[in-house]
Nanobody
């Protein structure tokens, strides 16, 4: 059973940066593809970025491509989401998620079985 804890959210002005962290425990982190999703008030949860368990393959939503970077350190059981050039529309609760072992990275939230509780990101104008 994998437990995930997000951190690093907060309030930032438009154009600023934040770095989210997701610390994993209770499993073999290096075998899990990881993803970041977000949910804004009144909206459905949406895909942000994902990374393969090796770290060599990444995917991004078009809305964040070129601004956000997902990365991981399997020795530290941690995945990060570096968010630059933030926009007000990036305001949401950001969730970290893990797939079952040795599954490919995916943009489909339904394919992730382990979720953190989320961290709030608020971008002001």
């Amino acid at each position: 059973q994998v437990q995930l804890v997000e951190s690093g959210g907060g309030l930032v002005q438009a154009g600023g940066s934040l770095r989210l962290s997701c610390a994993a425990s209770g499993g073999t982190f290096s075998s899990h593809a990881m993803g970041w999703f977000r949910q804004a008030p009144g909206k459905e949860r949406e895909f942000v970025a994902s990374i393969s368990y090796s770290g060599y393959i990444t995917y991004y939503a078009n809305s964040v491509k070129g601004r956000f970077t997902i990365s991981r350190d399997n020795a530290k059981n941690t995945v990060w989401l570096q968010m630059n050039s933030l926009k007000t529309e990036d305001t949401a609760v950001y969730y970290c998620a893990a797939r079952d072992p040795f599954r490919a990275a995916s943009s489909d939230a339904g394919q992730y079985n382990y979720w953190g509780r989320g961290t709030q990101v608020t971008v002001s104008s």
